[in-house]
């Protein structure tokens, strides 16, 4: 593993050194996935594209001291390197295709990189650099106006008459009140959000929530100004992780209006998912209804026996992707990783299809698990998503999903129907069994079969076509073991012949211990 | 900005039925989040309506309240204020400035609520508040014989205090308003 990645670091390394290389990467319309990404797994075997010796020593595995600064000096200048592509590509002018492409694998972690690349993704900053700083100047001013406005405080606008008990429609009391109760259901929600986070909870104690103050203002303002959808759970936690990642930025053009940014992004990235939100929409194709249904095809298209299955347990897909998908995947995983999906999704040119991919990744990365397991192992695996670290967790499954999109993933040969366990034991099993062990071409079935040792005790010293004997006392215990004594032993073919008194060489393990 | 409702001497079910229905109207739970009550509601079932109203209720002891558990006076500390609440009847004259002063300095209070007349006052006296809510329902009193049903409502925000009085004339509500700040 260690290896592998120094590899594919120079291997990267050697490519950006090259200007020309630079140029060519970034302006092929297919995602260069393996070479810019430090993570994904070296396409190149070891050996290639060696420069220095000191690589050679490196890959072996006494590292000394030395060399592991080398290594990490390596890693400093290829993420500079990087870091540098990120912002030439918004150094004068904004070059949106680079931003999508480079944007898709992932912004590195540079404080107030994301911040602004995120900016520009959901389409608040303008493409033109020069404008930006007149744009949010309007922008927050807009926002700010928007506030006073919407945040009624009927001791101000009071009129004549207007009395707290009041409630005709034109009373500012009445319509305090009112929004009294929306800004009540927002509460309840935004103090769910992300509770874990310090950001967020620091100062609970004191009182001062203010991260949770502003989630809960950008929420309220949306909610009047959109009366159609006003608020409805869920919209919080995908404000959160946007909020987050804009309040972090220190840079000077952005630092303390993190607040008026959030909401427009907000805005307009609900603008593309609000369908989602929209109950009356929810049968309807661009509804949730249909994403979902959308979901389930490509699932079917993808991995056909997977999808057999599910249908098979009654899995409905709503079960698990309703919240996949309208919450963007937020809750399914931890906020670094949801950053680094963001980054995909944001980038995306076929706005959010790239998420059905993901979510199907999702899917196919623990197929093993969903076969084998039940309806309601299936469903708190799916509910609960983690995915073990071999599969390289986030990583993996945005990979996968690449493959997905470009049409690459293919699904692993169904296995075979047949359930041969409840053979076990049956005299019907062991000769042809032995058969199937014992053929030159490998049969199908030799892994769905319990080890040889588990029918009988094999003699090496046995010729192949001989037929076998079975120990009445070993085959008892182990048939025991496996059916829980619920099966009768079967007959010994010969009895008399038993070998009790035989050492079993190889009743453990292998299959060819009869050989 | 903390709403306060003051009413008090409703007589039900001696003296009156029920509170006006135009007053139940407004009075609708949510928007208010104190209670204090003069006393001589006299039944239980006003005690109770006014417990849905608002989560914090305080009630005291009237001449004709079947309530015995009641206390005489009660203070209470709403916002910036200390407020003192006493039925009334106990202070004679009854509705006297100078006699309702005295029990105001006793208590050590801002503002004094007191009932019993059934009349609606709210003066500034000696520097200090003093709020009659009269009759919620206009019951008949040894003082007058009819009388407006009125309540009132107080808007505390910090030092100032806007009182609210809801009067039911000609079978309408009526609002006025007044303003006190709390002297430094």
Redesign the interface.
């Known amino acids: 593993m260690f290896s592998r990645h120094s590899t594919t670091i120079l291997h990267s390394h050697n490519r950006l050194r090259d200007s020309t290389e630079a140029h060519r990467m970034a302006d092929t319309t297919d995602v260069p996935s393996n070479t810019s990404d430090p993570l994904s797994q070296g396409s190149k075997p070891l050996g290639e594209e060696f420069i220095e010796i000191d690589d050679k020593v490196l890959d072996s595995l006494n590292i000394s001291p030395r060399l592991l600064e080398e290594k990490e000096k390596r890693q400093a200048i290829w993420f500079r390197e990087r870091l540098g592509l990120f912002q030439s590509a918004i150094e004068e002018r904004v070059d949106f295709k680079k931003v999508k492409q480079l944007a898709f694998d992932g912004i590195p972690d540079h404080p107030g990189l994301r911040s602004v690349y995120w900016k520009i993704l959901l389409g608040y900053l303008p493409t033109d650099k020069s404008a930006w700083s007149s744009f949010l100047v309007r922008n927050r001013k807009l926002y700010d106006d928007w506030v006073v406005e919407l945040v009624v405080d009927p001791h101000e606008k009071q009129k004549k008459d207007d009395h707290p008990l009041n409630t005709s429609s034109d009373s500012s009391w009445n319509a305090f009140f009112k929004d009294n109760e929306l800004l009540d259901e927002v509460d309840k929600d935004v103090k769910r959000t992300l509770p874990h986070l310090h950001f967020f909870n620091h100062d609970k104690n004191a009182g001062s929530t203010e991260h949770y103050e502003a989630l809960k203002r950008i929420l309220f303002i949306y909610a009047k100004l959109n009366p159609g959808i006003r608020y409805v759970q869920g919209m919080n936690e995908i404000l959160g992780p946007i909020y987050y990642v804009y309040a972090m930025d220190a840079t000077p053009m952005f630092q303390g209006h993190a607040e008026a940014d959030a909401f427009f992004s907000f805005t307009s990235l609900m603008g593309e998912i609000r369908d989602n939100f929209c109950k009356s929409l929810d049968k309807s194709e661009t509804g949730i209804a249909g994403n979902i249904m959308r979901l389930n095809n490509l699932l079917k298209d993808i991995d056909h026996e997977l999808w057999e299955d599910f249908e098979e347990k009654k899995l409905n897909p709503q079960f698990y992707s309703f919240r996949w998908l309208t919450l963007l995947l937020s809750q399914e995983f931890d906020l670094p990783d949801v950053l680094r999906l963001w980054d995909s999704l944001f980038s995306d040119p076929r706005r959010f299809d790239f998420l059905l991919d993901v979510c199907s990744a999702m899917i196919v990365q623990v197929r093993e698990q969903l076969l084998s397991g039940t309806f309601a192992d299936n469903l708190k695996l799916l509910q609960n998503y983690h995915v073990a670290d071999d599969n390289a967790g986030m990583q993996g499954i945005l990979q996968r999903a690449k493959e997905i999109r470009d049409g690459l993933y293919v699904a692993p040969l169904p296995r075979p129907k047949a359930d041969l366990r409840r053979f076990i034991g049956s005299p019907a099993l062991s000769r042809p069994a032995e058969r199937l062990y014992n053929s030159p071409t490998p049969s199908p079935y030799k892994d769905l079969l319990p080890p040889m040792a588990l029918i009988k005790t094999p003699n090496v010293t046995r010729s192949v076509e001989s037929s076998p004997v079975v120990t009445p006392h070993k085959e008892e215990e182990r048939v025991n073991t496996i059916t829980g004594g619920f099966l009768k032993p079967p007959r010994p073919f010969d009895a008399s012949s038993s070998d009790e008194d035989e050492e079993p060489h190889s009743t453990i393990s292998h299959p060819l211990a009869f050989r | ?1 903390v ?1 306060v409702l003051v009413i008090g001497d409703s007589h039900v079910p001696h003296r009156a039925a029920s509170l006006p229905a135009k007053f139940t ?4 739970p ?2 208010i989040q104190h209670i204090l009550c003069t006393g001589n509601l006299c039944s239980k079932d006003i005690q109770d309506y006014l417990k849905t109203l608002a989560s914090d209720v305080h009630f005291v002891k009237g001449d004709f309240d079947e309530n015995q558990s009641f206390p005489e006076n009660k203070t209470v500390q709403i916002g910036q204020f200390k407020i003192g609440l006493s039925h009334g009847h106990q202070i004679v004259p009854w509705g006297d400035r100078e006699a309702r002063a005295i029990l105001q300095r006793q208590l050590d209070v801002d503002i004094l609520i007191t009932g019993h007349t059934h009349q609606f006052e709210a003066y500034e006296y000696q520097k200090k508040f003093f709020i009659n809510p009269g009759s919620a329902t206009g019951a008949f009193s040894t003082l007058a014989e009819e009388s407006t049903p009125t309540f009132v ?1 107080m ?1 505390v ?1 910090g030092t100032h205090v806007i009182t ?1 009085v ?1 009067l039911l004339r000609d079978s309408e509500v009526k ?1 006025d ?1 007044m303003e006190y700040i709390k002297p430094e």
């Open positions: 900005m709403l109207k407004l009075l609708v949510g928007k409502l808007d925000q609210y809801y609002v308003k």
